[in-house]
């Protein structure tokens, strides 16, 4: 049985990571301060023998033995990061220290929840890992982009100075059960919206693109990265490319709504192309992502229905 610590554990990825480990036999201890994360999303976990919850700020350090951990504690979602973001990036910076001074000292493998928003407004798509990319440091986006890229830079440095046993996973646009319903991000936003019959909100011209990983197959991705010996990054996610617009009208399809789309300004610095190149991915983990999207909205679409009847 494995000794597993998951920051950001009451989180959207980490409450289905801590799901599949559990399932997997292995013993989890969760650690979560509940900036975004929700108490339901761990409550299932509360009675299990082979789970422990710690309520802790990542960016104070700490004391946990584990074999493996996944670092994934860090506001993801664009008006979450940005409503305090000296927050956002000091969990990511002294966050991913406390982390790797922890796996230092404990010998534990360490994996890191590093983001698309590394290649920022990308010049290339799709993109590959080689790509260094495109991020504007001073904008309203630089405290989480800047954050993460400064988080890979330790991780690389933790490596060479003291051979750490690191894995960087780049995750791109994920969805699923346990988003919170209220995070903003583009899927929660438009299901919620769809379902509620309220008016759908495309940002800017809707022109902009997205590639929605369902999140059971990113969960694979973390799972088969951990397992491997693999400590360069790693791009993880679906390269299933949409518009805004189109994604709208798909989700207006599933959800059989007659919401009306309205055109708000568009944010400083969003992305206008993002869509993963996973050839490393396939080749050296081989991962594949499998949850066609109507599929994976339709799954997500029946969480947020029960949510919205609480
Ligand atoms: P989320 O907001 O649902 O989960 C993040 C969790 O981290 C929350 O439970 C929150 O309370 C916790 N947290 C935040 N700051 C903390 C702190 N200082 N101390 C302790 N806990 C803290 O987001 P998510 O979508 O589950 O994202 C998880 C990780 O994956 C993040 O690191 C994010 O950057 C990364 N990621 C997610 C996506 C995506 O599409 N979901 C894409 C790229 C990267
Ligand atoms: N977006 C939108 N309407 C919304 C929320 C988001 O049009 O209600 C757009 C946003 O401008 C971006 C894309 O959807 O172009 C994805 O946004 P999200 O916040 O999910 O994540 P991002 O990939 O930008 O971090």
């Known amino acids: ?74 506001p993801a979602s664009p008006p979450h990061y940005q409503k305090d973001p000296i927050f956002t990036f000091k969990t990511s910076v002294f966050g991913i220290l406390n982390a790797l001074e922890l796996a230092k000292k404990t010998g534990a493998k360490l994996l890191q929840a590093s983001t698309s928003e590394v290649y920022g407004d990308a010049k290339i798509c799709p993109q590959d890992e080689k790509y260094f990319g495109n991020v504007n440091p001073n904008g309203i986006r630089a405290c989480y982009d800047e954050g993460k890229r400064a988080a890979e830079t330790l991780i690389c440095d933790y490596k060479r100075l003291y051979g750490l046993d690191v894995r960087i996973a780049r995750i791109f646009n994920t969805y699923g059960e346990n988003m919170d319903i209220n995070d903003g991000r583009v899927v929660s936003n438009f299901v919620t919206q769809a379902l509620c019959g309220n008016n759908i909100t495309i940002y800017g011209d809707g022109s902009q693109t997205r590639s929605f990983c369902y999140v059971d197959d990113l969960i694979e991705g973390l799972i088969l990265l951990m397992k491997s010996n693999i400590s360069q990054p790693v791009n993880l996610g679906n390269p299933c490319e949409f518009t805004i617009c189109d994604f709208a009208k798909l989700v207006l399809e599933l959800t059989n709504s007659n919401s009306k789309c309205i055109y708000l300004p568009l944010p400083q610095d969003d992305p206008a192309k993002r869509r993963p190149d996973i050839s490393f991915a396939r080749e050296h983990l081989g991962y594949e992502p499998k949850v066609k999207i109507e599929d994976g909205i339709k799954k997500t679409m029946e969480y947020f229905r029960k949510r919205i009847e609480k």
């Open 1 to 74: 049985m494995k000794k597993i610590l998951i920051t950001g554990a009451a989180g959207f990825i980490g409450s289905n990571l801590t799901k599949r480990l559990l399932n997997e036999g292995n013993y989890v201890i969760g650690l979560d301060n509940f900036y975004t994360g929700l108490r339901e999303n761990i409550e299932p976990f509360l009675t299990n023998q082979n789970y422990k919850f710690i309520q802790h700020n990542v960016i104070e350090p700490y004391e946990i033995e584990a074999d493996e951990i996944y670092n994934l504690a860090c």
